[in-house]
């Protein structure tokens, strides 16, 4: 059973284009949130969704950010117009249906975005 | 709003010997948990250790136990025997019970020496 991957692990992005991160929850699992971690500091909790929908965003930026999970396929952390101070590590978390997260949450490697 | 608090940018430690890094919190609430990821340069987030706030006695997990003080909002990791892989950025982390938002500290750069 692979781990939460996330892709890419290191992306760079000039000012203004857009940034993908992705994230593929461990197999069964249908829970996922997105984390980001700045320099020199702890991760900060920015959605959390279930599939197909948003169940809280309350971490996100007004704007420029957004954030999905699908039916298939992977959760996307989409980030519009990018500049110098979205470059952080955006980290991935999964758990299963019937778990809380105080008992079973598993972390990806994270995507690391500079924006030059 | 909860916080959580490491006071301890960085600590160092011998092989072999044991560290304790410290992590305060603040909630109003009575029903928490409490968490320790370690952070290796891989960048992954390990969970190290857990403790739910309900329960008295200390969580352990090999070489790594915490000191829980409720009633300070304490909640310090013991790391015995150390070992050059524990070498790593520690987070300390709450979550509410029954909320899906995992509140982490700044962390702490641990060394271990040979």
């Known amino acids: 059973n692979a781990g939460v991957m996330q892709n890419p692990r290191h992306l760079v992005r000039r000012r203004g284009q857009e940034a993908r991160l992705r994230c593929s929850p461990m197999?069964?699992?249908?829970?996922v949130y997105w984390y980001r971690q700045l320099p020199e500091e702890g991760l900060k909790f920015m959605v959390y969704?279930?599939?197909?929908?948003?169940?809280?965003e309350s971490g996100m930026p007004k704007e420029r950010f957004s954030a999905e999970f699908p039916k298939e396929g992977p959760s996307i952390l989409r980030i519009q117009q990018v500049v110098r101070g979205d470059s952080a590590a955006y980290f991935c978390?999964?758990?299963?249906?019937?778990?809380?997260?105080?008992?079973?949450?598993?972390f990806g490697q994270g995507t690391r975005l500079t924006v030059v | 709003a909860q916080t959580v608090t490491q006071s301890q940018p960085e600590m160092s430690v011998q092989e072999a010997e044991t560290v304790t890094l410290s992590c305060t919190y603040d909630?109003?609430?009575?029903?928490?948990?409490l968490f320790w990821y370690k952070q290796p340069p891989s960048r992954q987030m390990i969970l190290v250790i857990r403790?739910?706030?309900?329960?008295?006695q200390n969580a352990t997990e090999n070489r790594f136990s915490v000191n829980f003080q409720k009633a300070a909002k304490s909640f310090s990791l013991k790391i015995s025997d150390s070992q050059l892989g524990d070498t790593a950025m520690y987070f300390c982390?709450?979550?509410?019970?029954?909320?899906?938002?995992?509140?982490f500290g700044k962390g702490t750069k641990l060394t271990v020496n040979p």
């Open positions: 982390a709450f979550v509410q019970g029954g909320s899906e938002k995992l509140v």
């Open positions: 909630t109003s609430e009575s029903n928490y948990y």
């Open positions: 969704l279930q599939k197909e929908n948003i169940i809280d």
């Open positions: 197999k069964g699992h249908s829970h």
């Open positions: 403790q739910e706030a309900y329960k008295q």
């Open positions: 978390a999964s758990r299963a249906s019937g778990r809380t997260l105080n008992t079973e949450a598993f």
